[in-house]
């Protein structure tokens, strides 16, 4: 069975960090892009970040960059997502997604893999 499951949300003050954990199991996990999006209640699903199948070349959206970082374990098929110095405007539903064109894509269109979710919320 294809499936991608995140975990590590939760609830966070301001200024605090989180890392969250997406594990794939039942596809070739090394030729995947893999990315994070979120959305908030009310709004549209947007893009975080994505990695390349080698771990080696990341894309960032840029409310993000300088303290999110995304990174890749193929020893155990799992991506994560770093967080620090969140902000309340980063609570959301964060959910990891998987495609394989190769390409790092910010429209979560060509994603055709995606998890569950997993609850992040910082409090002011």
């Known amino acids: 069975q294809v499936q991608l499951v995140e975990s590590g949300g939760g609830l966070v003050q301001a200024g605090g960090s989180l890392r969250l954990s997406c594990t794939a199991s039942?596809?070739?996990?090394?030729?995947?892009?893999m990315g994070w999006f979120r959305q908030a209640p009310g709004k549209e699903r947007e893009f975080v970040a994505a990695?390349?199948?080698?771990?080696?070349?990341?894309l960032q959206t840029d409310s993000v960059k300088g303290r999110f970082t995304i990174s890749r374990d193929h020893a155990n098929n799992t991506v994560y997502l770093q967080m620090n110095g969140l902000k309340p405007e980063d609570t959301a539903v964060y959910y990891c997604?998987?495609?394989?064109?190769?390409?790092?894509?910010?429209?979560?269109?060509?994603?055709?893999?995606w998890g569950q979710g997993t609850q992040v919320t910082v409090s002011s």
């Open positions: 039942g596809l070739p996990f090394s030729i995947y892009v």
């Open positions: 990695i390349n199948r080698s771990g080696g070349n990341t």
């Open positions: 997604a998987a495609e394989r064109t190769a390409v790092l894509y910010r429209n979560p269109t060509p994603y055709d893999l």
